[in-house]
């Protein structure tokens, strides 16, 4: 689904406007991306996490020409899901995201 398709869907499933689906959208992304750049982390229970990590500073090589080059330090940001959305994402499989989770485990214990 890209943003054109999400506020077609917002504005279908709340009777409102596709203008106002689209303020909607574009209100949480800008909030997001503020709360990020101003160092803040974002937490929406069910949904995720928007967090910055550091990256440290670190030697690299040019894959064209081999040669060494540094690469700067600079902030990640990451995301994590979170449960709702790791469910929902499951669902099609018919197992929850910890039965997925307990199999890796053990997958990985047998190796």
Known sequence: MNKTE???F????????KVEAEKAVNL???GVIEAVSEGN????IGFGNFTI???EARKG?????KEPLQIEAYNQVRFKVGQKLKDAGNSNTGK???SIASKSK????KK
Request: charged share 20%; with cysteine.
């Open 53 to 55: 990590s550091a990256v």
């Open 96 to 98: 929850s995201s910890k």
């Open 61 to 65: 090589i040019n894959p064209k020409t």
């Open 41 to 44: 982390d974002v937490s929406l």
């Open 10 to 17: 917002i504005a279908s499933q709340n009777d409102c406007s």
């Open 106 to 109: 053990n997958t990985k214990a």
């Open 28 to 30: 949480f992304t800008n």
């Open 6 to 8: 999400l506020v077609d």
